[in-house]
């Protein structure tokens, strides 16, 4: 018992600090990028309906890309923490120039894909033109900003797998403070500063064009450059990259050090894409069943999407740290460092199921007064409580499989958990039901979902004991 409570004391405490240390900041980063769709979502909102349904439309297609080009480029975390880990420093900086070029050519092709491929998607979606028009206007303006997104996030991964994870949260912060004033100007134009300031205003500003949901793209694309630029400048003077000092000299592309990015990136990016998809494709299944369902549907989701923030951001963090000591070459370490991380992440997933359950009706309320919504949006959160859990351990235990590289196993385990076990047996429960049980509607594909989670939690936990004792 005394050695038990010694080794809680000089390596499971220590390392739970260190853990919460490095997701605390990303948890940040990560609800303040979502601020700025939440921005844009509202100030397109007060325009007028056209914008705002061109901005959401648009944001359903741009952002899978973005979510894939920055899962490829996370792949670059577990490869720095390795490196940092095992001291070889000098191999970062090459490392990282990789990743910048991949960036760039995903960047490109992202832009490539909003400027020529919408139109006919638009066509296949049976958008109304008034919509599909403003909307292509707007990607076209978003897709300016794709290679910068891009560098941010492989500068981002760099960063994080350097163990310094606040950067991020700055300067997605200075993202944000930058979307929101160029979204009212851009957007609303000489008579929306002419309504915040009155006769202040200088008459060449009064003059300025309200631009709707085109400006609404403008002032993501700056965001978007605004946060590659700061933190390339960051990257460059940050005391703690001095070690590495990835601006000295660029690397030329180099075969292999892409293809290592690639095989450990690729598989993420494509995993993200699977989850983003899934929910996509309730939310079209789910739109047949009426207002009412498709209002409390996304109340829910908004909801627990808020609280998933924690366990994503330890998953990541758990990237970092059980690279790090994978580099060190400390095995048994890691595998305590990787199973100390789930440990937590069961204590915040029984923390997030209280946190739903106590504050789901006050929080409901805060969305809709309607008591339909409210009734139905109340039925499906106790569903989201239960699985809470196996959320919470999908996400760590593939958070600590990306830090042992292994990732096109949990690319595998994913798409068949999230597709055939979440999508199909929630589909042909909420829309045929099984038996004598008629279809459940959009119960079912929530009872689809924590079948799908928790089959992902035990194959990911089946994976983890086995490659942590064979390392």
């Not at 000092?245 to 990016?269: H, Y």
């Not at 042909?428 to 038996?435: I, K, Q, T």
Request: aromatic share 8%; charged share 10%.
């Amino acid at each position: 018992m005394g050695g038990f409570t010694q080794q809680i004391k000089s390596v499971y405490w220590p390392e739970t600090r260190m853990s919460m240390h490095l997701a605390l900041p990303i948890c940040g980063a990560q609800l303040a990028q979502a601020g700025m769709s939440v921005v844009d979502v509202m100030m397109t909102g007060r325009h007028d309906a056209t914008s705002l349904a061109a901005v959401s439309v648009g944001s359903s297609l741009w952002m899978p890309l973005m979510l894939f080009m920055t899962g490829t480029l996370m792949g670059l975390t577990p490869i720095v923490a390795h490196l940092l880990g095992g001291k070889r420093n000098e191999a970062i900086r090459p490392a990282v120039h990789q990743a910048l070029w991949v960036a760039l050519l995903l960047g490109a092709i992202a832009a490539v894909l909003l400027w020529s491929a919408i139109m006919p998607i638009f066509e296949l979606m049976s958008v109304p033109p008034a919509v599909a028009s403003q909307s292509a206007a707007y990607l076209s303006a978003v897709a300016f900003g794709m290679p910068g997104i891009a560098l941010f996030q492989a500068l981002r991964a760099f960063s994080d797998g350097m163990n310094h994870t606040r950067p991020a949260l700055w300067i997605s912060l200075v993202g944000l403070s930058v979307n929101i004033p160029a979204n009212y100007l851009l957007i609303y134009g000489g008579d929306g500063l002419v309504d915040l300031f009155g006769a202040w205003v200088p008459t060449s500003l009064q003059q300025l064009p309200a631009l709707g949901a085109f400006g609404c793209g403008i002032a993501t694309a700056l965001s978007m450059w605004t946060m590659a630029l700061a933190m390339a400048y960051y990257t460059r003077r940050g005391s703690t990259y001095k070690s590495v000092a990835i601006w000295q000299k660029l690397t030329p592309p180099q075969w292999l050090g892409i293809r290592e990015l690639v095989v450990v990136g690729v598989p993420i990016g494509v995993a993200i894409f699977v989850e983003v998809t899934l929910f996509t494709l309730i939310a079209l299944f789910i739109a047949s069943f009426g207002e009412v369902t498709v209002g409390a549907h996304q109340i829910a989701l908004s909801f627990t999407s808020i609280l998933f923030m924690l366990p994503l951001s330890l998953s990541m963090a758990l990237t970092v740290r059980v690279g790090n000591t994978l580099g060190q070459q400390r095995l048994a370490l890691a595998r305590k460092v990787a199973w100390n991380g789930i440990v937590i992440s069961v204590i915040i997933a029984a923390i997030n199921s209280l946190v739903l359950w106590v504050s789901a009706e006050p929080v409901i309320a805060l969305y809709t007064s309607n008591s339909e919504i409210q009734a139905l949006a109340l039925s499906i959160i106790a569903l989201a409580v239960i699985f809470q859990l196996s959320d919470s351990l999908q996400v760590n235990l593939a958070g600590a499989l990306r830090g042992y590289k292994d990732t096109r196993i949990v690319m595998v385990i994913t798409v068949l958990s999230y597709w055939i076990v979440g999508l199909g047996g929630g589909h042909w429960l909420g829309s045929y039901g099984v038996g004598e049980v008629a279809p459940l509607g959009v119960h079912g594909y929530w009872i689809g979902l924590i079948a799908g989670l928790s089959t992902a939690a035990l194959l990911l936990g089946w994976r983890l004991q086995r490659i942590s004792i064979r390392e």
